[in-house]
Nanobody, 126 residues
Framework: QVHVMESGGDSVQTGGSLRLSCTASASGYSTFCLAWFRQAPEKKREGVAAINHDGTSTVADSVKGRFTVSKDDTGNILYLQMNDLKPEDTAMYYC????????????????????WGQGTQVTVST
């Protein structure tokens, strides 16, 4: 099983930056997938970013050019660097984890049966 914990959320002004961290602890899996999602009030959860097993990254069109995703050398921490933040980025940001070799993309269905963190709140004010 893989456990995750998010950190780094905060309140910032428009144009500001934040870096979120998702720290994973895994037992029984040599390979696992981590991804970022977000959910704004009264909106559906949205996939934001992930890094596939071949090292390629996927970032949602809504944040492309402003958000980047990366991992630390151990592969146990997934970062989300968020630049030029906008009020529409205000949301609870969740990290999801899943073991195995299925393609690692920020699609919610891929994490059915996976593990979700408690979330970290990002608030962007004008």
């Amino acid at each position: 099983q893989v456990h995750v914990m998010e950190s780094g959320g905060d309140s910032v002004q428009t144009g500001g930056s934040l870096r979120l961290s998702c720290t994973a602890s895994a037992s029984g899996y040599s390979t696992f997938c981590l991804a970022w999602f977000r959910q704004a009030p009264e909106k559906k959860r949205e996939g934001v970013a992930a890094i596939n097993h071949d090292g390629t990254s996927t970032v949602a069109d809504s944040v492309k050019g402003r958000f980047t995703v990366s991992k630390d050398d151990t592969g146990n921490i997934l970062y989300l660097q968020m630049n030029d933040l906008k009020p529409e980025d205000t949301a609870m940001y969740y990290c999801a984890a899943r073991g195995g070799l299925l393609g690692c993309y920020p699609d919610e269905w891929r994490f059915a049966g996976g593990t979700w963190g408690q979330g970290t709140q990002v608030t962007v004010s004008t």
